[in-house]
């Protein structure tokens, strides 16, 4: 079974909405980490939000926040009043292990577009 | 002042040779990691290295060789190169925090091209 699943390929917003990337996590951890990163055409990979699987409060990040359900295992990202400039992939990733013996697991990847 | 690099940007060579890629963190950390991106974007873990040891290594071939001379540098060796092993190459390194956190940080990756 896939680790971290990212259902949606391709995305299409129009500037200033708010998108909802969605990606849902399988583990038998009790401790564990979520991630979101942006890779734009330029290539890098920026860090975007974290959530512990003990945090209670979901965390947000300026215009991106992280809606974790645990029981339903999902970690999705919004970001609020979308911009030209988020345009890129995004790639939800689950840290399992313990200190030092920690390793990400990415998803496939989300496409998103934004149009003007 | 970068805080994770990588040379070369881009490495463009053919079958069979041997090359390197290197990477150097100066954020202090104690776990740095190799991951491979492949043409449809699919990255995954090849390496880590928690100071200077080897903790992970992901059924990776071993012609791949990584080597960590301090914990501030980790650098992959390929031997043999093969026209698969063209993908995108990123280092990243890690640090746990006092809440846990422990995101990782990537350089800028390194396109490997094998003709």
């Known amino acids: 079974a896939q680790k971290i699943t990212q259902t949606q390929p391709g995305m299409f917003v129009q500037e200033k909405e708010a998108v909802t990337l969605d990606c849902t996590y399988d583990?038998?951890?009790?401790?564990?980490?979520l991630f979101w990163y942006k890779q734009p055409s330029s290539g890098e990979m920026i860090f975007l939000i974290y959530q512990g699987s003990y945090d209670e409060q979901n965390a947000t990040e300026g215009r991106y926040s992280l809606n974790f359900q645990k029981a339903r295992k999902s970690a999705n990202l919004v970001i609020s009043a979308s911009q030209l400039g988020d345009s890129a992939m995004y790639f939800c990733?689950?840290?399992?292990?313990?200190?030092?013996?920690?390793?990400?697991?990415f998803g496939t990847g989300t496409r998103l577009t934004i149009i003007p | 002042d970068t805080a994770v690099s990588q040379t070369p940007k881009y490495l463009v060579t053919q079958m069979g040779n041997d090359k390197s890629i290197k990477c150097e963190q100066n954020?202090?950390?104690?776990?740095m990691y190799w991951y491979k991106q492949d043409s449809k974007k699919f990255l995954k873990i090849m390496f880590s290295?928690?100071?200077?040891?080897?903790?992970i290594n992901e059924t990776v071939p071993n012609r791949f060789s990584p080597k960590s001379p301090d914990k501030a540098h980790l650098n992959l060796h390929i031997n043999s190169l093969e026209l698969g092993d063209s993908a995108v190459y990123f280092c990243?390194?890690?640090?746990?925090?006092?809440?846990?956190?422990?995101?990782?940080?990537f350089g800028p990756g390194t396109r490997l091209t094998v003709t």
């Open positions: 990243a390194s890690s640090q746990v925090g006092a809440s846990g956190r422990d995101e990782q940080y």
């Open positions: 290295y928690n100071n200077k040891e080897l903790i």
């Open positions: 583990t038998s951890d009790q401790s564990y980490g």
């Open positions: 954020l202090g950390h104690d776990t």
């Open positions: 990733a689950m840290r399992e292990g313990s200190f030092g013996n920690e390793k990400l697991t």
